[in-house]
């Protein structure tokens, strides 16, 4: 069946090496261990109930349809802050191509970004059936998760330039992404609804475009409101303006990348 | 005239080595404010060259004659110093004996990846796919991980990677010579042979003389970053024993 709908794809030699590059960055991840691809969804998984049982019985969280609210929420920012994590290794992981063999440096990001994406999948999967079980709430805008989805991509793209670029000048990256990471998992509103916050402080949808994907991501898919196309615009733009600084830091800086590993 | 296959003009390459601790956040802004610990190593000067296409070409020089780094900003995982201009008329894979594959693939993974970087498609890769098997003659080893390859083993699915996806430059560090057994060897000297006249360009550095005189039909010296010469190895080779004597004495 896969084969039938591969043959009928145009042949496309930069499409399918990318694919390649993803399919095996995927598999070398959880080539070999004990529970081998489960850990894909499994990880998310405990984070979802460890947040769950903290936020409803600690801390008694009124938002509604709460566990789908943080499953959303925790998948699309691990989709997130795994792409940040790969890229800043990238160029160590991906020299044994970029020395030997002519290969144009963005398509490793594609791929990179593709092999995470393949995770995500794993885990959306998962949460389009708890919806489906535990929601009675349906609306056709529900469709336009899709552009939610591609806000994201370029925020991603952005990101892993940006982060691969600075990690060949700055060892110490990890402790600074340490210090982002910290700031946007709290920053992005993962378990806590940031609508209900009031005055400047709901300015950082605006300002932080993943608070702003994950709250139209949320009234989308689980509580089937219309979205927010003034934040969406907002958010994409700022995603578009990082990523073409993203682009420009790398072409300008990326060169010695190898040099200085 | 015949054609280009690699051009080099004005090539040049420092190399700045920073102090371990100025890599991080702290270290850098210490040394913008000392400017001590950055120190700057000329490893090639004003490299000039062009290579046709065919031509099997020698590079020869000591260790630290700025051989390797030449083939790496040839293969462009290095950026020449400003100025410098590299235009390569091909495809090409670097065969060095390290490890150009990934580790926890299998070998047939790891073809299927070089194979598309090189440019072709999928239903080409099947296609050729067998050939770089039985030539590299790891049939039973197809679906084992690289990791367990030994260098003979990864030398040998290079290569036929390399001749039968059909890489238009090779840039050899030291590749050919001790690689493989003897049946081994003689089929990567039929090819050598066959390759010359396919049209197909070989850089091959080296410190050996034998490998040098039988296949190279030019070779250059270099010599603490600059090239010292350029010509038949008749010529050359004697050169280059020369400087040998006067670094031993």
């Excluded at chain 1, 070999?32 to 894909?40: E, K």
């Excluded at chain 1, 991906?94 to 994406?117: G, H």
């Excluded at chain 2, 004005?10 to 102090?19: E, Q, R």
Aim: glycine letters at 6%; hydrophobic letters at 50%; aromatic letters at 14%.
């Amino acid at each position: 069946m896969l084969e039938k709908i591969i043959d009928w794809i145009p042949e496309n030699n930069r499409l399918e090496r990318i694919w390649l590059m993803a399919k095996f960055d995927f598999v070398t991840r959880y080539y070999g261990s004990f529970l081998g691809l489960f850990w894909a969804l499994l990880k998310p998984l405990f984070q979802l109930g460890v947040f769950y049982i903290i936020f409803t019985m600690v801390f008694e969280s009124k938002t509604e349809n709460f566990l789908l609210f943080l499953f959303i929420g925790i998948i699309l920012y691990q989709f997130f802050a795994e792409s940040a994590t790969v890229s800043m290794k990238i160029f160590k992981t991906k020299k044994y191509l970029l020395e030997n063999i002519q290969i144009d440096k963005l398509d490793l990001f594609y791929s990179a970004i593709a092999a995470t994406f393949l995770g995500f999948i794993f885990n959306f999967t998962a949460f389009v059936f708890g919806n489906f079980l535990l929601n009675d709430l349906f609306s056709w805008s529900m469709l336009l998760f899709p552009l939610v989805l591609i806000n994201l991509l370029i925020l991603i793209l952005a990101t892993q330039l940006i982060f691969a670029t600075i990690s060949i000048y700055l060892k110490d990256i990890d402790n600074i992404w340490f210090v982002i990471n910290t700031l946007l998992f709290w920053g992005s509103g993962i378990f806590f609804d940031l609508s209900s916050l009031t005055g400047k402080a709901l300015l950082i949808k605006y300002i932080n475009p993943l608070a702003g994907i994950l709250m139209n991501a949320r009234s989308i898919l689980v509580y089937a409101q219309p979205m927010d196309m003034k934040l969406f615009a907002i958010n994409l733009l700022t995603s578009i303006v990082f990523l073409l600084i993203g682009l420009w830091i790398f072409k300008k800086y990326s060169a010695k990348a190898l040099e200085k590993l | 005239m015949s054609q280009i296959a690699i051009e080099l003009k004005n090539i040049s390459k420092t190399y700045s080595v920073l102090d371990k601790d100025s890599q991080s956040l702290k270290g850098k802004i210490m040394s913008l404010i000392t400017h001590t610990n950055r120190r700057e190593i000329k490893a090639l000067t004003n490299v000039n060259l062009e290579i046709k296409k065919g031509e099997f070409f020698g590079i020869m020089g000591h260790n630290g004659s700025g051989k390797s780094t030449l083939l790496r900003i040839m293969a462009g995982a290095y950026p020449p110093d400003k100025g410098g201009v590299v235009k390569m008329h091909g495809r090409f894979m670097l065969l060095s004996l390290g490890l150009g594959f990934n580790p926890m693939l299998t070998a047939r993974e790891n073809i299927y990846l070089n194979a598309s970087i090189l440019g072709l498609t999928l239903k080409q890769i099947g296609v050729i796919f067998h050939d770089i098997v039985a030539f590299a003659e790891l049939d039973k080893f197809v679906d084992t991980q690289v990791k367990y390859y030994s260098t003979g083993m990864v030398a040998r699915l290079k290569f036929a990677i390399a001749v039968h996806a059909d890489a238009d430059i090779f840039l050899m560090d030291e590749f050919f010579g001790g690689v493989g057994d003897a049946s081994f060897k003689e089929k990567s000297e039929a090819v050598f042979h066959k390759s010359l006249v396919e049209g197909r360009t070989i850089i091959h550095v080296s410190h050996s003389i034998k490998t040098i005189e039988k296949h190279c039909s030019r070779v250059m010296l270099l010599h603490q970053g600059e090239i010292v010469g350029i010509g038949s190895p008749e010529e050359i080779i004697p050169e280059y024993q020369s400087l040998s004597k006067k670094k031993r004495k």
